[in-house]
C-alpha cells in the first residue's frame, strides 16, 4: 500500500473490504498488477524488476481494480463450472489449498 498515492489507497481498501471474498480479491488484485507490467518484467533485468515491484507505476487505479475484478470473475465462473463437476471440496484446508492452486494457473496461464 506504500507505492499508492492515498486517493488510490482509499479506493484500493474499500475494494477489498467490500469483496465478499477479500483474501481472493487481493490474491486477483497482485495478478492484476503484475500483469500491467508484464511487457516491462519480461523485458527487464532482475535487479531492474525488483526496483519496479518496489516503486510500481501506478498510472490508474480504477483500471487496476476493473481488471482485478475481471480476473475474479473468470475464476468464479471457472471454479462454479468445476464445483457442478465436483472437483472442489468444501473444508477450509481444501479451500486454501484450492487458492494456491488458482493463483498459480492464473499465474500460469496469464503469464506464459
Given at each position: 500500500?506504500?507505492?499508492?498515492?492515498?486517493?488510490?489507497?482509499?479506493?484500493?481498501?474499500?475494494?477489498?473490504?467490500?469483496?465478499?471474498?477479500p483474501e481472493s480479491?487481493?490474491?486477483?488484485?497482485?495478478?492484476?498488477?503484475?500483469?500491467?507490467?508484464?511487457?516491462?518484467?519480461?523485458?527487464?533485468?532482475?535487479?531492474?524488476?525488483?526496483?519496479?515491484?518496489?516503486?510500481?507505476?501506478?498510472?490508474?487505479?480504477?483500471?487496476?481494480?476493473?481488471?482485478?475484478?475481471?480476473?475474479?470473475?473468470?475464476?468464479?465462473?471457472?471454479?462454479?463450472?468445476?464445483?457442478?463437476?465436483?472437483?472442489?471440496?468444501?473444508?477450509?484446508?481444501?479451500?486454501?489449498?484450492?487458492?494456491?492452486?488458482?493463483?498459480?494457473?492464473?499465474?500460469?496461464?496469464?503469464?506464459?
Amino acid at each position: 500500500s506504500q507505492e499508492f498515492e492515498m486517493p488510490d489507497l482509499l479506493r484500493l481498501w474499500d475494494s477489498f473490504f467490500s469483496s465478499k471474498q477479500p483474501e481472493s480479491y487481493l490474491l486477483h488484485f497482485g495478478v492484476a498488477m503484475l500483469l500491467s507490467i508484464k511487457a516491462d518484467l519480461l523485458a527487464g533485468e532482475f535487479g531492474d524488476n525488483i526496483k519496479l515491484l518496489q516503486h510500481f507505476p501506478c498510472d490508474d487505479m480504477n483500471t487496476l481494480l476493473a481488471s482485478a475484478d475481471q480476473l475474479m470473475l473468470a475464476t468464479n465462473n471457472a471454479s462454479e463450472a468445476a464445483a457442478k463437476h465436483g472437483a472442489m471440496p468444501g473444508n477450509p484446508h481444501s479451500m486454501t489449498q484450492t487458492l494456491k492452486a488458482k493463483a498459480k494457473n492464473l499465474l500460469s496461464s496469464l503469464w506464459g
